[in-house]
């Protein structure tokens, strides 16, 4: 049976945010919905291999990215921006002979849902983190002013703990988001910000990229904390095919990594990458190089966003044949799902993180900022299925010699009788049932047929 329900998707305008709500909006189109999305002339290249296929389906509103406002926190004054469209998308809802019944919108865009009410739709959260840490995020914003209240003066080093969140989780003022730390109260961009936060817990329902056997005790937590139980846990938000023109075109030919690839044993190569956003410092890059130097491992490693000069003259040359740097974008999810690849060293975002575990690679986690630290904790003290690189401070710089030994060991064999290799396995094979025949299929399901309600009572 095909829907003819209309929704309107709407993406924060960063790529790791925009990708995983388009993985989810092929997942809604192939079940017959029609959907438009909200995006720029500058992040429309992310969004035409799925509008190829899907050319009746899937409509654009296109929108010049707004003219962001000077403000002292970036991330702040990227989503104050995002309100500018507020009269556009009602002048167009407005004109549209079938309009979208709902707005499924990115949690960063929380004035999304006063513009639901508005235009009396209901508005639906898409959360590109984690279950866990959009938790600790909620409690962060909801009690701001308490937290800096009581915790101004402390040193940064101090811990603080989330009673009210299952296994009370505890972390280093440090490790905690700047945003909220730096709330002004009375500002008129941070109190609107937070307002959107607050607004997410008010929403219609939320989804989110994660699946039951990853994160199962939060879902349950998000669902009291909501009053209700529209939380959908639908990831891990993955193609099915290999990945290699996901999030951009690789600045190394595909094919060429993949036969590089087929060359080395099972579980050898270790793969490293701090994602699109997170740059390592000049200190950090050369223990890096040092390590792999020192170490035997074969490794890909991706030097998107390095400091030039980072990678010393020669060094290419000495590791030719057991190693591919890889200056720009990468296949990552083709990488990762390569039988070659046994690790991965990542800075631990949200989309790294779930690449990572369904791939069922061993997490060799470099935490720098955001909700890392979360996941970090969540993989290696819950989960089991990873170990810590470094995680001292944002600019700490790891032995090298030390770091060399943990590669060595992520690929050695010596791990593969281990529990976390064990676990990571395991938890490979969970995320793969989820999306194939299980939980995250039955939410996804469960959705759309939600949608139809509101399709017949509109």
């Given at each position: 049976?095909r829907?003819?329900i209309?929704l309107l ?7 790791g945010?925009?990708i995983?709500?388009l993985?989810?909006t092929d997942l809604l ?5 029609t ?9 429309l290249?992310?969004l035409?291999?799925?509008?190829s296929?899907?050319?009746?389906s899937l409509h ?17 004054a990227k989503?104050?921006s995002?309100?500018?469209?507020f009269?556009p998308?009602v002048k ?7 309009p ?6 990115d949690?960063?865009?929380g004035?999304t ?7 009396g739709?209901q508005?639906i ?7 866990l ?5 909620q409690?962060?914003?909801?009690d701001?002013?308490?937290i ?5 003066d ?6 603080f703990?989330f ?10 003022l ?6 909220s730390q ?6 008129p961009?941070y109190?609107?910000?937070r307002?959107g ?10 989804i989110y ?19 209700h139980?529209?939380v959908?846990?639908?990831g ?10 996901r ?14 690839l ?18 390592l ?8 190089i ?9 490794f ?5 966003g390095?400091k030039?000069?980072?990678?010393p003259s020669?060094f290419e ?6 190693g591919?740097?890889?200056?720009g ?17 990542s800075?631990?975002?949200w ?9 069922g690679?061993?997490m ?14 969540l993989l290696?003290?819950e989960?089991?299925v ?6 001292d401070?944002?600019?700490?710089v790891?032995?090298s010699?030390?770091?060399?030994r943990?590669?060595d060991?992520?690929?050695s ?8 290799v064990?676990?990571?396995k ?5 995320a793969?049932?989820a ?11 469960t ?9 017949t009572a509109?």
């Amino acid at each position: 049976m095909r829907h003819s329900i209309h929704l309107l998707v709407y993406p924060f305008p960063s790529s790791g945010h925009i990708i995983p709500l388009l993985d989810l909006t092929d997942l809604l189109l192939r079940r017959g919905l029609t959907v438009t999305v909200v995006i720029s002339p500058t992040n429309l290249p992310l969004l035409d291999p799925l509008h190829s296929s899907h050319p009746s389906s899937l409509h654009k509103l296109l929108f010049d990215d707004p003219e962001i406002t000077p403000f002292p926190d970036p991330l702040i004054a990227k989503v104050i921006s995002t309100q500018k469209l507020f009269d556009p998308i009602v002048k167009w809802f407005r004109s549209h002979p079938s309009p979208p019944v709902a707005i499924v919108s990115d949690f960063f865009l929380g004035w999304t849902s006063e513009l639901a009410s508005h235009l009396g739709i209901q508005r639906i959260v898409f959360s590109p983190s984690g279950v866990l840490s959009s938790s600790i995020l909620q409690t962060l914003w909801q009690d701001v002013e308490e937290i800096n209240a009581d915790n101004g003066d402390k040193d940064q080093k101090f811990s603080f703990s989330f009673p009210e969140i299952p296994n009370t989780p505890e972390f280093p003022l440090w490790q905690l988001l700047p945003v909220s730390q730096n709330f002004k109260k009375g500002e008129p961009h941070y109190e609107s910000f937070r307002k959107g936060m607050l607004a997410n817990m008010r929403s219609w329902g939320i989804i989110y990229n994660t699946f039951e056997e990853l994160e199962g005790v939060y879902i349950d937590h998000m669902k009291k904390q909501m009053g209700h139980d529209r939380v959908w846990a639908v990831g891990p938000l993955l193609p099915d095919d290999h990945g290699t023109g996901r999030g951009g075109s690789s600045v190394v030919p595909p094919n060429d990594l993949l036969m590089w690839l087929d060359n080395k044993p099972d579980d050898s190569v270790v793969y490293i990458c701090f994602g699109s956003q997170t740059t390592l410092s000049e200190k950090q890059m050369g223990a890096l190089i040092g390590a792999l130097e020192l170490s035997n491992v074969n490794f890909i490693l991706c030097a998107k966003g390095s400091k030039s000069g980072s990678i010393p003259s020669g060094f290419e040359d000495r590791v030719s044949g057991r190693g591919l740097i890889v200056k720009g974008w990468a296949p990552q999810l083709a990488i990762l799902r390569h039988r070659a690849v046994g690790s991965f060293v990542s800075h631990c975002g949200w989309n790294s993180t779930l690449e990572g575990v369904a791939a069922g690679v061993m997490m060799l986690t470099w935490p720098q900022g955001a909700d890392q630290y979360v996941d970090a904790k969540l993989l290696i003290d819950e989960l089991g299925v990873g170990k810590r690189v470094c995680e001292d401070a944002p600019d700490s710089v790891p032995d090298s010699v030390e770091l060399a030994r943990l590669l060595d060991e992520s690929v050695s064999g010596s791990y593969m009788g281990e529990q976390r290799v064990v676990k990571v396995k395991k938890l490979s094979q969970a995320a793969s049932k989820a999306v194939k025949d299980g939980t995250s299929m039955r939410d996804v399901d469960t959705f759309v047929q939600l949608l139809s309600q509101l399709e017949t009572a509109n």
